[in-house]
């Protein structure tokens, strides 16, 4: 088949088969069949034309397969394996109270995942602020750490769907990232490759959130789902709000301090709310407790201090400090400068720009302005004032923490920009909207 004429095809707004989908993946895989300009023209038909949904499940079954795909069956783990996935926002932690949580509950977390995007942070990037801690181990290191801990989180590999990773590089280029259809297909294609079990997604919408507004969210929860099911693997997506930072903290250590508070027993409502929604899902979706009872089992595992106990097993099998959770302030980086954003008046919360609090955090350093760039582990802000909080001169937006007077100035002002003040609070909206794959 040549590829230019299936590039054709697609551009003349005509469907692709299966097997043609899978001719131009293998072409995508081995860097031979596709030069570069073939793969960004591509992109473009489908981005411009669109994928159905037969369409978007071959692909996604492609680029899974063009890689190496994980099984779990030779390692006779006596629970189900299963996995959430996030659209990404601003202070969300989420994934590093998770994979314990579930893990601590009896099931087993192999979690790709990955560095910040845009005004997004990163799972990754969060804990490569702990000393040691390999998010790139070897197989055996991997699925050591799964069986031992119960949940591991780490980066993709080169083998793991490359023909995503060259697909996705290639997007991120050509002003071809915002399409549904090659979302869909870039996230399940590695989960599907994790050799998964069951999927809860954590689609965001809001003014942090990747896709802002909630229809255009909802569209891509409901096509990852429904092409999940159609490539075999049991999903559900959660629609959760992005108006306003999740938890009190956005930048890298600070995160995973926040992260061990809330394994430990202290945590901010909205966190806990979204995470423990996440979390009831996975336990119900793998069959390990419905969800009538998986809060009553979450909440044993959070009190009994199971969940800590997993996250420091991680922790210590993938290279980190074994005494990294009593010791956390021995081991985090910290930043020189700390001092309070002011609030520009007395009053309420009204109103957060949320992206421009991630974009702060960039100010600081804590995020990369291209991919080579180094990250500040220390810098971000902590005790954000969130949604109707009252705000004043002795109750500041947020606790700055920066490297240097320069950076710590920009990011003071990005963040006092952010924040709209009222004469009374906000209508309180729940942090989860909607449930799709119930």
């Known amino acids: 088949m040549l590829p230019q004429e299936l590039i054709r095809k697609k551009r003349d707004g005509k469907r692709l088969a299966d097997d043609e989908i899978a001719a ?8 031979q069949g596709l030069a570069d300009a073939q793969v960004g023209a591509l992109a473009m038909a489908l981005f411009l034309n669109g994928l159905d949904r037969a ?26 394996i299963v996995d959430k996935h996030s659209t990404g926002g601003i202070g969300d932690k989420t994934s590093l109270v998770l994979a314990p949580w579930v893990a601590a509950c009896g099931g087993y977390v192999p979690m790709i995942s990955g560095r910040g995007l845009g005004h997004t942070g990163g799972t990754l990037d969060k804990l490569e602020s702990i000393p040691g801690y390999d998010a790139k181990p070897d197989n055996a290191r991997f699925r050591s750490t799964v069986r031992e801990a119960g949940c591991a989180i780490i980066g993709q590999t080169a083998n793991l769907a490359p023909a995503d990773k060259r697909l996705y590089a290639i997007r991120d280029v050509t002003a071809t990232v915002e399409s549904i259809g090659l979302i869909t297909a870039s996230i399940l294609s590695k989960k599907l490759a994790a050799g998964l079990d069951a999927l809860v997604m954590d689609v965001k919408f809001g003014s942090g959130a ?8 909802r ?4 096509s990852i789902v429904e092409v999940a099911r159609g490539a075999g693997l049991k999903t559900r997506a959660l629609l959760t709000d992005m108006d306003s930072p999740l938890g009190t903290t956005a930048g890298n250590a600070l995160e995973v301090r926040e992260a061990v508070a809330f394994l430990k027993g202290t945590h901010e409502a909205r966190l806990a709310a979204c995470t423990k929604a996440l979390a009831a899902e996975m336990l119900d979706l793998s069959g390990i407790a419905p969800r009538a009872q998986a809060t009553e089992k979450l909440d044993a595992a959070l009190a009994s201090g199971a969940a800590a106990e997993r996250f420091a097993r991680m922790i210590a099998s993938l290279g980190g400090p074994g005494d990294f959770i009593e010791r956390i302030d021995a081991y985090l980086p910290k930043a020189p400068i700390v001092r309070a954003v002011a609030a520009p008046r007395r009053g309420f919360v009204a109103a957060i720009m949320t992206r421009e609090v991630g974009l702060a955090v960039l100010e600081l350093g804590g995020g990369r302005t291209d991919p080579a760039a180094a990250i500040d582990p220390a810098v971000g802000f902590a005790e954000i004032a969130p949604l109707g909080a009252e705000i004043g001169p002795d109750r500041p937006l947020a606790l700055m923490h920066a490297r240097d007077e320069a950076s710590a100035a920009r990011a003071a002002r990005t963040l006092a920009a952010a924040y709209t003040v009222g004469d009374a609070p906000p209508p309180t909206a729940p942090v989860v909207r909607e449930t799709l794959g119930a």
């Open 24 to 31: 131009l993946v293998a072409g995508i895989a081995d860097g």
């Open 55 to 80: 369409e978007c499940v071959a692909l996604t079954r492609a680029m899974t397969a063009s890689g190496d795909v994980l099984s779990w069956k030779s390692e006779n783990l006596p629970g189900p």
């Open 210 to 217: 990747f896709m802002a507004e909630f229809p255009r969210a």
């Open 219 to 222: 569209e891509l929860a409901s």
